[in-house]
T-cell receptor, first 111, second 115 residues
Framework: SQQGEEDPQALSIQEGENATMNCSYK?????LQWYRQNSGRGLVHLIL?????REKHSGRLRVTLDTSKKSSSLLITASRAADTASYFC???????????FGDGTTLTVKP | GAVVSQHPSWVICKSGTSVKIECRSL??????MFWYRQFPKQSLMLMAT?????????EQGVEKDKFLINHASLTLSTLTVTSAHPEDSSFYIC???????????FGNGTRLTVT
């Protein structure tokens, strides 16, 4: 199956709530990246976390990485309607930039 | 930040014709770019890795004669869908990276509709 599998596939929450998405992968990685995609658009990079890092923050985003469990999570705090999008994790290997994407989590934030 | 420009954003063509999609890195040199295909509500499927000055590396199952890739300069890669058929209708996205351990920067995608 695909390297990088997100869970859940779909998530619907109210504005102001936190949203947590998980990503599991199978092989060794150099880094793990999270991206956001609005419908019909390209992907936007959110956070890259390296294999020797355990946690990283960027604004309302918090990413954790557990290499022993081969999993990562993305937490969006105090969600807004504008956070509605699909979120993908991608695992980076040694090949420059060649990352493998999961199937994504579709997040809907209701106003 | 880095910007990747993809053009056109959408194109409608007749079956049997060819369509060229351009991907430009605007503020950094990209020796490697990537082309993906995305079906509705699905993930990105890597089609090929475009290497500046050399042949592209295609993923298994992707027809290299169907999807021609040219990476003639450090800032431009093109994907040509040759003899397009309705089943080629899809969303095509390109990306570029500054190198190992760097995030990917994506174009905004091209919606191809073959009638």
């Amino acid at each position: 199956s695909q390297q990088g599998e997100e869970d859940p596939q779909a998530l619907s929450i109210q504005e102001g709530e936190n949203a947590t998405m998980n990503c599991s992968y199978k092989t060794s990685i150099n880094n793990l990246q999270w991206y956001r995609q609005n419908s019909g658009r390209g992907l936007v990079h959110l956070i890259l976390i390296r294999s020797n890092e355990r946690e990283k923050h960027s604004g309302r985003l918090r990413v954790t990485l557990d290499t022993s469990k081969k999993s990562s999570s993305l937490l969006i705090t105090a969600s807004r309607a504008a956070d509605t999008a699909s979120y993908f994790c991608a695992t980076g290997g040694t090949n420059a930039g060649k990352s493998t994407f999961g199937d994504g989590t579709t997040l809907t934030v209701k106003p | 930040g880095a910007v990747v420009s993809q053009h056109p954003s959408w194109v409608i063509c007749k079956s049997g014709t060819s369509v060229k999609i351009e991907c430009r890195s605007l503020d950094f040199q990209a020796t490697t770019m990537f082309w993906y295909r995305q079906f509705p509500k699905q993930s990105l499927m890597l089609m090929a890795t475009s290497n500046e000055g050399s042949k592209a590396t295609y993923e298994q199952g992707v027809e290299k004669d169907k999807f021609l890739i040219n990476h003639a300069s450090l800032t431009l890669s093109t994907l040509t869908v040759t003899s397009a058929h309705p089943e080629d209708s899809s969303f095509y996205i390109c990306s570029a990276s500054r190198g190992n351990d760097s995030p990917l920067h994506f174009g905004n995608g091209t919606r191809l509709t073959v009638t």
